[in-house]
Structure formats: C-alpha cells, structure tokens
C-alpha cells in the first residue's frame, strides 16, 4: 500500500501566523489519467472530517480562501494564511490514485492548536 | 441537502456480530460509489471497504477482509456493513461517506469488548 506520511504531528500556532502541513507518499500520486488524487481534510473535535481541498489544491465550496493545498508527484502541502481559531483540530491528506486495487491511505494526521 | 446517518453501533463482545447502516438522502444515491472508514479512540482515519453504484465491485481493506461484508440497497437508499468475527481492535467509530469523500456521516460507535 501507499503510505502517507505527515509532519509535523503537532503544530501550535498564534492566531493570525500562516501554518504549514506537509504530507509525503512513498510513491507517485499521479494516475494514469493526469490527475493527483490527493485530499485534504480537516477534523474538528468531536465532529467528523470535512473535506478541504481534492486533488491537491481545489478548495471546496465553502472552505475559506486561507486555506491552500499545493505540490506534486509525492510532496504535498496545506497551507493556512493566517490560522483562526475554528481552525483547531487534526488535519489528514488521503491518496486515492492507487485506489482500488490498493487500499486508499491517509496520513496519520497533524493537530493544529493554538499556542 | 446530503445527508448520511449511521446507526447500528453498539458494544459487542469480541467473536460476535454487528450489522450497520447507512441511510443517505439529499442525492442520487444510485449514482455513487460508498465507502466506510473508521476511526479508532484517539487514532487516526482508516478506510475498510467500498461498493461500486451497481454493487458491482467490493473491496475491502486487508485487516477486515474476510469478516466484515459491505452491501447496499439503491432502492431503500441505504448502505450497510455487515461485520462478523468481531475483534477488539475493531473498536472504533465508524463513518458512511460518499465516494470522492466531499459528504461523511456524524459516525456510529463499534466497541468490542467483553
């Protein structure tokens, strides 16, 4: 299987400063087909995830412009402007370009907290 | 609005049974694929198993292979997960998502233990 790999685990942030988050795949996440099929989604507590970003940097609706997902081939990144506090949580990417016949994989996740 | 509502979790003592549901509205339900993935206490997201529009194809993951069976019900709009040979480290919360992942549901606890 493909295995994701995301650091930091943990990132305390002060409201307002940018955060990073980088995820990196043991292979290429480009399908046969040109596309990267790599998600970012976000986990508040207690609530399930919501997904951010598909394939790689195309935020979904609703999802506010400070948010940003860019990379390629294996090294991926989402970036947050300037964090807010609603921005709390776990944050996973999730490969689905080997999916099927490979299990689809998501990183171990990242916790944005503020410092 | 989509929508998608678990239920059928529960605690259970390990080697027994458990069937899950998934009920979706707000969209042509026949048209996706479906997914489940869960989450044990404090861990991160694992994906378990999919079911093609048409329950054409299945797939599981390795560590549920064998025991846990997925299905679905386009005319009832549902989604199910039959899970068998229940284990300890299957305690988890498990959700129903749209396939391309934009729609999850609130999740339902599985705990096995005796």
């Known amino acids: 299987d493909v295995v994701m790999t995301q650091s930091p685990l943990s990132l305390p942030v002060t409201l307002g400063q940018p955060a990073s988050i980088s995820c990196r795949s043991s292979q290429s996440l480009v399908h046969s087909d040109g596309n990267t099929y790599l998600n970012w989604f976000q986990q508040r507590p207690g609530q399930s995830p919501r997904r951010l970003i598909y394939?790689?940097?195309n935020r979904d609706s609703g999802v506010p412009d400070r948010f940003s997902g860019s990379g390629s081939g294996t090294d991926f990144t989402l970036k947050i402007s300037r964090v807010e506090a609603e921005d709390v949580g776990v944050y996973y990417c999730?490969?689905?370009?080997?999916?099927?016949?490979?299990?689809?994989?998501f990183g171990g996740g990242t916790k944005v907290e503020i410092k | 609005q989509v929508q998608l509502v678990e239920s059928g979790g529960g605690l259970v003592k390990p080697g027994g049974s458990l069937r899950l549901s998934c009920a979706a509205s707000?969209?042509?339900?026949?048209?996706?694929?479906m997914s489940w993935i869960r989450q044990a206490p404090g861990k991160g997201l694992e994906w378990v198993s999919y079911i093609s529009s048409s329950s054409s194809y299945t797939n599981y993951a390795d560590s549920v292979k064998g025991r846990f069976t997925i299905s679905r019900d386009n005319a009832k709009n549902s989604l199910y997960l039959q899970m068998n040979s229940l284990r300890a480290e299957d305690t988890a919360v498990y959700y129903c998502a749209r396939v391309g992942f934009d729609y999850w549901g609130q999740g339902t606890l599985v705990t096995v233990s005796s």
């Open positions: 394939k790689v940097s």
């Open positions: 999730m490969q689905g370009t080997h999916w099927p016949p490979l299990s689809l994989t």
């Open positions: 707000g969209f042509t339900f026949s048209d996706y694929y």
